[in-house]
Structure formats: C-alpha cells, structure tokens
C-alpha cells in the first residue's frame, strides 16, 4: 500500500481578506512541507472566509477569489512548494448569480474546493449538496456541483468534497465508493454547537462506510459574526476506526500518515461495519460524474507520524472556549481596541467581563459602575472586587442626579422610571465608546431576552452580545466552571445572591419571572425545538405558566430584531437561527 503524509490545516480566515488569507496558506503550506506531508487541506472558502453571505453576488468578489486562487497556485510554486498538493476553499463563478435576470439554469456561483500542484490548479471540485437550514441559506447563493472529483496522488485515488456533502447521505461519497477512491477529503467551515462534537465523529465514520473509504475531514476555528468554528479536525479509516484527531478552538497542523489501497479505478468493495459502530445509510444513487486528474509525487517520507487523538473538553470548557473567541474574534477582525461594559455586581455582567479579560487581556477591557439611588452597597462592592480580580480598568458613574435631571422635567412614575435608569446607562455607555473609541458589550443572556426582559435603548444598549444565546442557568454554571480555572475572577456573593435589575426598592427577577430553573426549559423547548403549547404542558409544565412564557416570548419579537450581535452556542440561536416575523398574531392554543 502507498503511505501518504497528510496535513490537516485547522485555521482561521477572515471574510473578504482574500489577500491574508492566501497568505495564511502560504505559512501553512510552509509547515505542512516542512513537516514532510504530501498533501495539506484547508478549511471551506479558506480564501475569502465564511459565510460570505451577499458578497457572493458581486462579480468583483467572485473575480477577486477566482484570481487569487490562480496567484496562490504560482506563489506556492515560487516558494519552493510545488511539490506539495494543497487543497483549499474559494469561491467560483461558471455563469450569473441565479438572482441575475441573465441566469442560466444549472449555472451560477459555487462554493469550491481545488487541488494546486506545480504552481498550476490541478482540479476543481464544486460542494454538491447545499444547506439550507438554521443560519445556512446556500440555495439563496450557489448551485450544486453534478460531478464528483477524483485525483490521483502519488497512486492513490483521493476524492474532493465539501462540507454538507459529508452531512447527507447519497451524492459524492455514494459516488466515491463507485469511483473507487482510497481517501475522501472533506473540508469544512462547520458552526459550532454545544457537543456537536458528539455527533461528527458517528456521522464522519457512516460516510467512510458508504464510500468505502479513509475520510479526512478538515474544520475552520475561528469566530465570524454570530458563528464560531471549532475545529475538530479528524481523520477515520474505510473501517470506521478513528485514526487522529485535533482539539478544538485552537489552529494548528494534524499531520498523520495513511496506509491507503494503491488506485485501480474500480468500485470500492462493499464491508461489514462493526455491531458498534454506525451502520451505512442505505444506497441512494448519486447520479454524479466522475472527473478525474493526475498528480506524480517525488517526495517520499522518513520515519511514521502519528497526529494522536485530543482529549475531548468538558461541556463548560466547550462553551467558554467558544464565546471568548467569538468574542476575540468580532473585536479584533472589526479593528476595535478596546471594549467596555457596565458592572454592575450581577452574575450577567460579571461573567461578560471575566469572558472578556480571557479573550483580550485586562488592558482592553474597560468597566464602569453606574449606581442608582437603588444600587445596593454589596453590588457596587462586588462590581469593585472583581475589576480588583481582574486588573480592568474600573471607573464610578453615578446616574442618579442625570434621572433626577429628567424627573425634574418630566411627570414620570412606576416601570417607566425603572426603564429611564436602564436608558441613561446607555447613554453613558455610548458617550464613552464615542469619545474613547471602546466597542460597548451588552450583558443580557438568552433567557432575558427570550421573555423581554431588558430595557430598548437601555441594558440592551451595545455592539456585541457575548452571552446572547447562553440560557440564565447556563451563566451561572459557567460563572463557578471559571472559578474553579485559575483566578476566580468572580466574587462569590455575585454568583449566590438573588438576581435584580435593582431598579426599585428590593426588586428581584422574580417578581417578574417564573424561576430561571423553571423557565429556562420552556424556553428552550419552545424556541430551540419549535415545541408547541401542547408538547410543553405535556413536558410536566404547568398550563397557565406556559402561556404567560410563550406569550412573553412572542410579544418581544420586536425588541430582539434589534439586539446586537452575539456567539451562537445552541441549536437555535436569536437572529439569523430563528426568524420570525415581528407582525404576528398567531397565538399557540387560541
């Protein structure tokens, strides 16, 4: 059998740095040779990041992918690395955007993947099977490939795929197994979502049984917008068995060599899986064509590398890990310097600030106390002792003669004060990212948002929202995970005590709010599983309780079209996950 060094490039681009992002593969592509590999991939659209979204539409940008991949083929060759074959994401164009009035059918954009060798594009692989779902509209912008490409490599027949062709059955690795290929490559910008991880491992080992053959499977890490990639990059022998396998929310190289059947073009031999393990789908006529190319290798191999299995991450690591990157990520991409937030001595805002001080140190990280009349002294003690923790910088801005200003103006009384005091935060929040350059962070979490229950213009003032979709039980285990980590940023009496808005005389959520524990279900069933009345009350929930939720839910549509931007951790996040239209009168159960 040929071995076959391959280099998996878990790495992060960024949308619409098609410049930087060729030269990242550059770099990468450098280690990969150097550590002796014959052939290195890269994540989907490497070259102009993902999602790319309406880009897609401007010819420019299609033209622009399409000549740096041409410009990337010739620089590797220049940099003494044409001999080493790189797969790598783009963006293509074989006609209009469907949109165009001058579309033609079977013709437009698509989501690519090619082979450079030699200084040359070698082969051209276009995704066959386009998502869309959840935060993917990919029918909105690419037409599917018909063809499956097939290189041979040094000997071995290696087949091209991307991503969703590896998420359903039939299609490319229904025709892999025909076209008789020894290693399915599959590159992937693949969102994260609590223990997803769970799931790609039995879903990557059912497409080697269908195709009959070594999957290597390559993910983005990094965050873009509301979407974080984590990686978790693998390879799983035609036998289901997992061969290596990278870590998760970090780049790095996986290399590893593979023992692969020497090509005769003919079909893979159907096999047996192990009771264990997953079991193929049942066959689905792919239908496809098979197009082929030709690769010589000259490089051979000294000694064995073995990439080695990383340890899976607890369910708290996973979702820290995710929201400071997104976090990092959203900050340094967009060129901010520096954040800020209001601390006010809860749980939400103090878990923000520790999320970020992990993600960009404690000198970009700036927090002011914004006191009311109501503001208990053991808030603004907690707010002080965790800036002291941390090393942010930590200022005192007291609100209550600007509220008294508008008082004195204005006949106000009852929530409508309440909401006055949450809006002048915001407003001294927005003055200091104007006048000091900080991007503001909201501190809401998924279940205040969910019922509403947040002040428009005012607490949910801000650019990003690290804990958008992280449920009010979720922040409190994370707040004593990260206790427990080094530094225990977090003062104790802001994990244990009550939650209040402290906008009146000894206010708590739950003089508003059902307990989080009780409420936090009935959110997630119905916002994350699209459970109905029925389905929930069925769930043990008690019926009134249930339709005063749903009710608050519904009726807050408006507000969260407004929120800002923030990680997504769940099946279904607010914003581009769950879309909703805001003029809605149906009601479940009437």
């Known amino acids: ?24 593969v550059r770099r990468w592509s450098r280690e990969a040779h150097d550590a002796g590999a014959h052939l290195v991939a890269f994540p989907e659209m490497m070259l102009t990041g993902y999602p790319i979204e309406d880009l897609v ?54 989501d690519a993947s090619a082979l450079l060798h030699g200084g040359r594009v070698v082969a051209t692989y276009f995704k066959h099977h386009l998502p869309n779902y959840g935060v993917f509209d990919e029918d909105r912008y690419f037409e599917p490939g018909t ?62 049984a269908e195709a009959g053959a070594t999957v290597a499977y390559v993910n983005a890490v990094g965050g873009q917008d509301e979407l974080v990639f984590d990686g978790d990059s693998m390879i799983v022998s035609r036998d289901g068995e997992l061969l290596t396998r990278a870590g998760q929310f970090s780049e790095g190289l996986l290399v590893h060599d593979l023992d692969l059947p020497l090509a005769d073009a003919a079909p893979n031999e159907a096999r047996e899986t192990d009771a264990a393990k997953p079991r193929v789908e049942q066959s689905i006529p792919d239908e496809m064509t098979i197009e082929r190319a030709e690769v010589a290798l000259t490089a051979g191999i000294s000694g064995r590398r073995e990439g080695g299995i990383a340890e899976r991450i607890e369910d708290e690591a996973e979702v820290w890990a995710a929201l400071t990157l997104g976090l990092k990520d959203y ?24 999320i970020a001080v992990d993600a960009l140190g404690p000198d970009r990280v700036f927090a002011v106390s914004m006191p009311s009349g109501y503001s208990s ?53 927005m003055a200091l990212s104007n006048q000091e350059g900080h991007l503001v962070l909201t501190t809401g979490n998924k279940s205040e948002l969910a019922v509403g229950y947040s002040t428009l213009y005012g607490d949910s003032v801000g650019g990003f929202n690290p804990l958008k979709d992280v449920p009010k039980t979720m922040v409190w285990k994370l707040a004593r995970w990260r206790n427990t980590r080094g530094g225990a940023p977090i003062p104790e009496n802001s994990i244990t005590k009550p939650p209040s808005a402290e906008l009146r005389p000894d206010q708590r959520d739950s003089d508003s709010l059902p307990d989080y524990e009780v409420l936090d279900p009935i959110i997630r069933g119905y916002v994350d599983h699209d459970l109905g009345r029925d389905a929930l009350i069925s769930q043990g929930n008690d019926a009134a309780l249930v339709d005063r939720v749903l009710r608050m839910i519904d009726l807050a549509e408006y507000k969260r079209r407004q929120s800002a931007p923030g990680t997504k951790i769940s099946g279904k996040a607010f914003g581009r996950d769950r879309r909703l239209p805001i003029t809605n009168s149906f009601r479940e159960g009437l």
């Open 1 to 24: 059998m040929p071995t076959l060094r391959i280099a998996l490039a878990q790495v992060n681009s960024t949308v619409g740095d098609i410049h930087g992002n060729a030269e990242a």
């Open 377 to 429: 002294e053991h808030s603004k003690d907690d707010a002080a002792e965790l800036a002291k923790r941390t090393g942010i910088d930590y200022r005192t801005e007291p609100i209550q003669p600007m509220v008294d200003a508008f008082l004195a103006n204005m006949s106000l009384s009852g929530v409508t004060v309440e909401n006055l005091q949450a809006r002048v935060r915001g407003v001294i929040l």
């Open 147 to 208: 063809s499956l490409t097939v290189v041979r490599l040094g000997g071995v027949d290696v087949a091209l795929t991307v991503c969703e062709d590896i998420w359903q059955a039939g299609g490319p690795f229904t025709a892999a197994r025909r076209a008789g290929a020894g290693l399915v490559v599959n590159i992937n910008a693949s969102p994260y979502e609590l223990n997803k991880d769970d799931v790609r491992l039995p879903l990557v080992q059912r497409r080697a």
């Open 331 to 354: 900050v340094n991409k967009n060129r901010f310097r520096s954040v800020i937030l209001g601390l006010s001595g809860g749980i939400d805002s103090a878990v923000v600030a520790a």
């Open 57 to 110: 539409f401007r010819n420019s940008f299609v033209a622009a992918s399409r000549d740096a991949l041409r410009k990337l083929a010739a620089d590797l060759a220049g940099d003494g690395l044409g001999d080493l074959a790189v797969v790598v994401g783009y963006v293509d164009a074989d006609g209009p955007a469907h949109t165009s009035s001058d579309a033609v059918a079977g013709s437009g954009r698509r």
